[in-house]
């Protein structure tokens, strides 16, 4: 309660700036001069230019945020290529009463970084042009741009350092700046820990327009709340370091679904005892839908020896070699999202696609359990009329 108490805190000082005047209209007409002062006017958009809709909506994922986004659109859409850009963006905003919402440009499912939730005067910083991952092999970290996707630096990564990885999450189309401001959960985790645990440095501009380029610059709490309690709270992060990981050769990728009929809701309620005991090398989740669970793996090794540990510490599962399949690290990265796709188009056209496809109306919610759910609560979740979870 103490840590949420002084990041509210932080907020109200950081932000208080941001406050929207009376006079709207007026306020948005000064916003855009002073920006349009310090930033190429190709790099600015307003509701008037043809290309602010189809970037507005380009990453909506979330059928529900369609109209809202376009019945009360931002005033502007910023793409800076520098620096000096978003700090021009921050400095105006703050002098203007103008709020920002910062777009890494990946996908965003609850969006909130374009649109506003109440009626105010907002304007959107769009980094998708700021999505360099420069890969340092040697020491095994890279430098990753604010706009760049999880695919984007997958890629980077996998074909700059064979043998090395990155412990993100499973979706190539997120952002990273949203990934990793707020945690990334991953099948690496187990191993490495979060994303957010791998980054080592940022450059970021703050509420007061200033670059502070590292962690010594913004000083450790601001280095800590970065990293999990949400960057676009306290700035605009233009630039992550991170740590990248060992990986072997080949790892291992197993599918097994199990209908109810099949005792779905027992291998569940035994996988939830089971999975964290599992080596470190090892993840399994699950994923709950139609009454049916798909148990899916990620293991560092190969075939053989996830199936003689499973056999032993989980046969409920009744995993076998057919079940299996061996890959790099990043064809698996790419398999999981795309699944065959891969098999006929090359991983760079997967993974550096940007082009997103609007999905239906759909929430989505995440909460954590402090002890194992029961059988009677899991026959509950596989029978409700549409319900899902993932584990």
């Not at 945020?65 to 000096?84: E, H």
């Not at 679904?257 to 993840?283: C, E, F």
């Not at 989740?285 to 075939?303: D, I, K, T």
């Amino acid at each position: 309660m103490a840590v949420s108490t002084t990041i509210a805190l932080v907020l109200t000082v950081c932000f208080s700036g941001f406050h929207v005047p009376s006079q709207a209209s007026s306020s948005s007409h000064r916003f855009l001069r002073c920006l349009s002062t310090h930033v190429p006017s190709q790099l600015l958009l307003t509701p008037r230019s043809p290309s602010f809709k189809p970037l507005l909506v380009s990453s909506i994922r979330n059928a529900k945020f369609v109209a809202p986004a376009t019945a009360r659109p931002p005033m502007c859409i910023l793409t800076p290529t520098k620096a000096s850009h978003v700090q021009a963006a921050v400095r105006c905003g703050r002098r203007h009463g103008v709020r920002l919402r910062v777009r890494s440009g990946g996908h965003d499912n609850e969006g909130l970084s374009y649109r506003s939730q109440r009626p105010e005067v907002f304007a959107v910083v769009y980094l998708a042009k700021m999505q360099a991952v420069q890969v340092d092999p040697r020491r095994a970290t890279a430098w990753v741009g604010a706009g760049a996707t999880l695919g984007e630096l997958y890629y980077a990564v996998g074909t700059a350092a064979p043998g090395l990885s990155f412990p993100g999450g499973v979706c190539p189309t997120v952002g990273v700046g949203g990934l990793f401001s707020g945690g990334g959960f991953g099948l690496l985790m187990r191993k490495f820990g979060l994303a957010a645990d791998n980054i080592l440095d940022a450059i970021i501009v703050n509420a007061d327009g200033m670059v502070l380029e590292g962690k010594k610059a913004m000083g450790d709490d601001l280095f800590w709340a970065i990293r999990g309690g949400g960057a676009a709270s306290f700035g605009v992060v233009l630039w992550w370091k991170v740590r990248l990981v060992p990986v072997p050769p080949k790892i291992t990728y197993f599918s097994v679904t199990k209908t109810m009929n099949q005792g779905a809701v027992d291998t569940v309620t035994r996988w939830q005892t089971v999975a964290p005991a599992l080596p470190d090398d090892l993840t399994v989740r699950v994923l709950v839908e139609q009454r049916q669970a798909n148990f899916q793996s990620l293991y560092l090794g190969n075939c053989s020896a996830v199936v003689r540990t499973l056999h032993h510490r989980f046969p409920e599962l009744g995993v076998t070699r057919a079940d299996c399949r061996e890959m790099s690290w990043l064809q698996y990265v790419a398999y999981l999202y795309f699944g065959d796709a891969i098999n006929n188009a090359p991983l760079e056209l997967l993974l550096l696609n940007r082009t997103m496809t609007l999905g239906p109306f759909v929430k989505n919610k995440s909460d954590y359990v402090n002890k194992a759910l029961t059988k009677n609560t899991w026959e509950k979740i596989f029978t409700w009329p549409s319900g899902a979870a993932h584990g």
